[in-house]
T-cell receptor, first 114, second 113 residues
Framework: DGGITQSPKYLFRKEGQNVTLSCEQNLNHDAMYWYRQDPGQGLRLIYYSQIVNDFQKGDIAEGYSVSREKKESFPLTVTSAQKNPTAFYLC?????????????FGAGTRLSVL | QQQVKQSPQSLIVQKGGIPIINCAYENTAFDYFPWYQQFPGKGPALLIAIRPDVSEKKEGRFTISFNKSAKQFSLHIMDSQPGDSATYFCAGHLNSGNTPLVFGKGTRLSVIA
């Protein structure tokens, strides 16, 4: 099955801990994205990557980090500097940066703080 | 202004009704407007999209109406069903190279039987 796989589905973070959310795609897409979703806030862009080995900050990058060492993988680390990490995190991809209007989303990871 | 303003935030309609979700923008450099549908606990999925040189687009029970002079567009769902209950996001694509897709804040639709 082609698509985007996010794992884990649920994740709990302790105070001062860094956690990493996985995002893998087998669509052979160049561009990938991370969004944070809070009730009433819509989809807020954290980081995006137009192509492998490249990534850019989105609107709310503080307290987060990413890497894009492989085309199919775009992991997101929520660092201890992110003071309010509880949210639903969505990963997406598009065929290319120019095709960013058509994004394919994963099923999301729900992160909670213990 | 690189925003797409969406309203209402939530909407409740009875089965068979026609919910209407509105979006507005300021920047005339937007050149493509997709709508995404998100069911609870799932990721959004592309539903329907329109370009500003088209006044209306229909796909099944979903219709986008576009008013270029008013810089507004709306999603209509004909004969709505409880299975249409979801959050709907409008978005705008800017034709300037490095700007990501701009999403509205979403409308939570509930269709009650």
């Amino acid at each position: 099955d082609g698509g985007i796989t996010q794992s884990p589905k649920y994740l709990f973070r302790k105070e001062g801990q860094n956690v990493t959310l996985s995002c893998e795609q087998n669509l052979n897409h160049d561009a990938m994205y991370w969004y944070r979703q809070d009730p009433g806030q819509g989809l807020r862009l954290i980081y995006y990557s137009q192509i492998v080995n490249d990534f850019q900050k989105g609107d709310i990058a503080e307290g987060y980090s990413v890497s894009r060492e492989k085309k199919e993988s775009f992991p997101l680390t929520v660092t201890s500097a992110q003071k309010n990490p509880t949210a639903f995190y969505l990963c997406a991809s598009s065929d290319s940066w120019l095709a960013k209007n058509i994004q394919y989303f994963g099923a999301g990871t729900r992160l909670s703080v213990l | 202004q690189q925003q797409v303003k969406q309203s209402p935030q939530s909407l409740i309609v009875q089965k068979g009704g026609i919910p209407i979700i509105n979006c507005a923008y300021e920047n005339t450099a937007f050149d493509y407007f997709p709508w995404y549908q998100q069911f609870p606990g799932k990721g959004p999925a592309l539903l329907i999209a329109i370009r500003p040189d088209v006044s209306e687009k229909k796909e099944g029970r979903f219709t986008i109406s576009f008013n270029k002079s008013a810089k507004q567009f709306s999603l209509h769902i004909m004969d709505s069903q409880p299975g249409d209950s979801a959050t709907y996001f409008c978005a705008g694509h800017l034709n300037s190279g490095n700007t990501p897709l701009v999403f509205g804040k979403g409308t939570r639709l509930s269709v009650i039987a």
